[in-house]
């Protein structure tokens, strides 16, 4: 059974910068897609960044192009989301998510919560 477990959430003041860090076991993730959503209070879920387990090729919302960076540790097996100049509007509950290529979404962590100051 696939377990997807985020850790990294906190407080930050408006233009900090968090990482966050998605464990997941319980497969082989070479054929899966990896990615982060974020759901802010009150509003739908919707997706952050993506990132192929293998080739590491990626791609990112509009609106955290240039600013958050997606990446894999193959040997840790861990999906990590690099963010900075964090902004209010960037608050929400961010979820690690995981699917096979030719897929849907089937696997989601717990959330944590990013809360940004201004």
């Known amino acids: 059974q696939v377990q997807l477990v985020e850790s990294g959430g906190g407080l930050v003041q408006a233009g900090g910068s968090l990482r966050l860090s998605c464990a997941a076991s319980?497969?082989?993730?070479?054929?899966?897609?990896m990615a982060w959503f974020r759901q802010p209070p009150g509003k739908e879920r919707t997706f952050v960044a993506r990132?192929?387990?293998?080739?590491?090729?990626?791609s990112y919302a509009d609106s955290v192009k240039g600013r958050f960076t997606i990446s894999r540790d193959n040997a840790k097996n861990t999906i990590d989301l690099q963010m900075t100049s964090l902004q209010p509007e960037d608050t929400a509950v961010y979820y690690c998510a995981a699917r096979p290529i030719s897929g849907a979404y089937d696997a989601w962590g717990q959330g944590t919560q990013v809360t940004v100051s201004s």
């Open positions: 319980g497969r082989t993730f070479s054929n899966y897609i």
């Open positions: 990132i192929y387990w293998s080739g590491g090729s990626t």
